[in-house]
């Protein structure tokens, strides 16, 4: 009967322990409030954000600390550890009989769960206090494993001010990670959370090293370290000062922790070494710039797309120079920086060829009549020889011929996006001399696409991001011609190519500056690195004599300089074949095999149109074409929801302004560019007409589906 009522009894406690245990859970709140962690490819911090109540508290698991930490704390704080139940009866038994020997309370019995359960919910030191932290002790045991418990603890212990957990400790006490830890800074980390604000070894580091002394020979003591051990431990002095924790790549940083919400770690494709190294470069650099002016640069490995190097500006907290603002991904004008993706599209489309001749003299678009950067020109020249030597009258031409709109639809594609001066509905030729913004991450997009034979991909900062096919931009012979041929371009002055002085490859080098100079872009691609920087003032303030040549390139080649010397294979040499007969030579107005797109349903179609021309020369005549759409052609144009997509209609010939009929209705005037874009308002046959300026006219009947 008394072994029933035992047994009982036992069983009425368990059930009024599962309803207290289930009444008042263990509160975690504390724990869960930790520091969010960005931290590189290898595993090792970037950036390091305070918690919600302003500390650094960052999760530490117990495999992520040294083994010898572990043991010092043990052996100093609660040998059975492993083996109670969460309160120690012997440790009870023992500080009893000291403190009444002694008269007054000369040691504790508060094991690491007792301690875990203070941390997570601090009391007064109160009897009573340390009556529920002994209940909570054995709550704790109960609910979780003891590699958790310790887990808790390397978590939340006080290490004076602000920093909590081992792991915060480690990094501004040695600016090392806990794996690292060596005997005397694992002791005195052991010692500082009995008293943090009194033994903090900054302000007072005689009691410091005497508290970590004091471990050591506990230590020792316990068997858990060699006399030899300690006393060459206590040979070590203490930190005299706190190292800030890292800080690096601070705007992508931001942007993961907002795009994120809730993670506590945030890895990233950089590499950290590499990260550090490029803004430092940017300090240094500042030196050379005016007080306002700022810098960004990427740098990306073009086999897998990931970022490496991500510099928004140098820095986050320098407000003179609006440092808060992300550069990388601010929209500004990328002058000529667009060109060679220009002239790839007219490889791609059978208008020009690299040695095609072209003039390079004044000529007037309509209203417009484009200058070169110098105000001189150069007459006859390759196509390969106007790309590097960067001259605005040829790319003009050839955007001409490619068609505004064209280049626009094949950038939006691609995922880089144009935005269009204010009032302005459709991109012009203006385009190609920076007439339209952009911003850093999609221009290196498109660099890093020159390396991988034309395809363009999303760019990666964090290793989950999914594997892209990409958009082709270009064909793999027009990405490899690019290339080769920026490759020949010459380098700024007092920039030496690197291969001549390392044995590595040849870098594609392309400029470009903005109109006022007020912004200076490098862009450089070898077939393993892609690097892009923008130099400038974030204000939109113009910076006289400063271009991408003489700015922006050199800090290019210096962030180079960083990158393994093992940068893949050059893209050249350019061809040397000599170009067809009909691509001997582009001059304006004239025609040759063109391509033409019509946007349906996401996707870009073209459709070859010959033009007249001469056996040797020029067409006799420059008759206004409809090139697109043709007569009785069925255009796929309409969605699964009956909604129309934007067509592109394109004309060649003809003196411009272009206007543009549908039906008789006039619905586009272009002074300008050859093509419009036009929504169809629903199926069924419709008639395209193009006027040009002196009344000429081309149309066609197609039928919309």
């Known amino acids: 009967m008394a072994v029933g009522g035992l047994v009982a009894l036992m069983g009425v406690g368990c059930g009024v322990g599962l309803t207290l245990d289930r009444l008042f859970p263990p509160p975690l709140d504390r724990l869960a409030d930790r520091s969010v962690t960005v931290v590189d490819r290898n595993g090792e911090p970037l950036r390091v954000f305070t918690n919600g109540a302003g500390a650094w508290r960052l999760p530490v698991d117990p495999d992520a600390v040294a083994p010898l930490f572990v043991d010092l704390l043990l052996a100093y704080e609660d040998r059975r550890f492993w083996s109670h139940g969460g309160v120690d009866p012997l440790a009870l038994l023992r500080a009893l009989g000291q403190n009444l020997g002694a008269g007054r309370v000369v040691s504790g019995a508060s094991t690491l769960t007792m301690q875990v359960a203070r941390l997570l919910e601090p009391r007064p030191r109160t009897l009573s206090a340390k009556l529920i932290e002994a209940a909570r002790a054995l709550q704790l045991e109960w609910r979780y494993d003891k590699r958790a418990i310790l887990g808790m603890y390397l978590t939340l212990a006080p290490y004076g001010g602000n920093v909590e957990g081992v792991r915060a400790a480690s990094l501004t006490l040695f600016g090392k990670p806990p794996t690292e830890l060596d005997a005397a800074e694992a002791a005195l980390l052991v010692a500082l959370p009995q008293s943090p604000s009194r033994l903090r070894a900054d302000r007072f580091p005689d009691r410091a090293r005497a508290a970590r002394d004091k471990v050591l020979d506990r230590a020792v003591q316990a068997g858990a370290l060699s006399a030899k051990a300690a006393a060459e431990a206590r040979t070590e002095p203490v930190p005299a000062a706190r190292q800030p924790l890292p800080a690096a790549a601070a705007h992508l940083a931001d942007a993961l922790r907002a795009r994120r919400p809730g993670d506590t770690r945030l890895a990233t494709t950089l590499d950290g070494g590499l990260q550090r190294a490029v803004e430092a470069l940017a300090r240094r650099e500042m030196d050379n710039l005016h007080p306002r002016a700022g810098l960004a640069a990427l740098v990306v490995d073009n086999r897998t797309r990931a970022v490496l190097a991500y510099l928004g500006s140098p820095d986050p907290l320098d407000h003179?120079?609006?440092?808060?603002?992300?550069?990388?991904?601010?929209?500004?004008?990328?002058?000529?920086?667009?060109?060679?993706?220009?002239?790839?599209?007219?490889?791609?489309?059978?208008?020009?060829?690299?040695?095609?001749?072209?003039?390079?003299?004044?000529t007037r678009f309509g209203d417009y009549a484009p200058r070169n950067f110098d105000r001189g020109f150069t007459g006859d020249l390759t196509i390969e020889e106007a790309l590097q030597r960067s001259l605005n009258i040829p790319a003009v031409l050839v955007l001409d011929k490619v068609g505004p709109l064209r280049f626009a639809d094949a950038l939006r594609r691609a995922g880089a996006r144009l935005?269009?001066?204010?009032?302005?509905?459709?991109?012009?030729?203006?385009?190609?001399?920076?007439?339209?913004?952009?911003?850093?991450?999609?221009?290196?997009?498109?660099?890093?696409?020159?390396?991988?034979?034309?395809?363009?991909?999303?760019?990666?900062?964090?290793?989950?991001?999914?594997?892209?096919?990409?958009?082709?931009?270009?064909?793999?012979?027009?990405?490899?011609?690019?290339?080769?041929?920026?490759?020949?371009?010459?380098?700024?002055?007092?920039?030496?190519?690197?291969?001549?002085?390392?044995?590595?490859?040849?870098?594609?080098?392309?400029?470009?500056?903005?109109?006022?100079?007020?912004?200076?872009?490098?862009?450089?691609?070898?077939?393993?690195?892609?690097?892009?920087?923008?130099?400038?003032?974030?204000?939109?303030?113009?910076?006289?004599?400063?271009?991408?040549?003489?700015?922006?390139?050199?800090?290019?080649?210096?962030?180079?300089?960083?990158?393994?010397?093992?940068?893949?294979?050059?893209?050249?040499?350019?061809?040397?074949?000599?170009?067809?007969?009909?691509?001997?030579?582009?001059?304006?107005?004239?025609?040759?095999?063109?391509?033409?797109?019509?946007?349906?349903?996401?996707?870009?179609?073209t459709s070859s149109v010959a033009t007249s021309s001469v056996a040797n020369g020029p067409r006799a005549t420059d008759r206004l074409r409809l090139a697109f759409p043709g007569g009785d052609m069925v255009v796929e144009a309409l969605g699964p929801d009956g909604r129309a997509e934007p067509l592109t209609l394109s004309a060649s010939g003809g003196r411009r302004p272009l206007s543009w009929l549908i039906d008789g209705r006039r619905i586009a005037l272009s002074p300008i560019a050859r093509d419009v874009v036009w929504r169809p308002e629903g199926p069924g046959p419709v008639r395209v007409t193009v006027l040009d300026a002196d009344g000429r006219s081309d149309s066609a009947v197609i039928d919309v589906r």
């Open 320 to 362: 003179d120079r609006l440092g808060p603002i992300d550069m990388v991904r601010a929209v500004r004008s990328p002058g000529s920086a667009l060109k060679p993706f220009i002239y790839g599209l007219g490889f791609d489309d059978g208008l020009i060829h690299p040695l095609t001749q072209v003039s390079d003299v004044s």
């Open 419 to 605: 935005v269009l001066p204010s009032r302005s509905t459709v991109p012009g030729l203006p385009v190609a001399l920076g007439g339209a913004s952009i911003n850093l991450w999609d221009m290196a997009t498109l660099y890093s696409g020159l390396a991988r034979g034309g395809l363009v991909a999303p760019l990666r900062v964090q290793p989950e991001e999914p594997d892209a096919a990409g958009v082709r931009f270009l064909s793999p012979v027009a990405a490899q011609q690019v290339r080769a041929i920026l490759e020949g371009a010459p380098p700024p002055p007092g920039v030496v190519q690197a291969q001549e002085l390392r044995g590595s490859g040849p870098i594609a080098l392309k400029t470009g500056t903005s109109y006022g100079f007020r912004d200076a872009w490098a862009f450089g691609v070898t077939e393993r690195y892609s690097v892009g920087v923008w130099v400038g003032r974030p204000d939109g303030t113009p910076s006289p004599d400063r271009y991408g040549r003489n700015t922006a390139a050199p800090l290019l080649f210096h962030l180079f300089d960083l990158l393994p010397a093992d940068r893949g294979r050059p893209a050249g040499p350019v061809t040397a074949e000599a170009p067809p007969e009909l691509l001997r030579r582009l001059d304006a107005g004239e025609g040759g095999p063109m391509a033409v797109g019509a946007l349906a349903h996401g996707t870009l179609a």
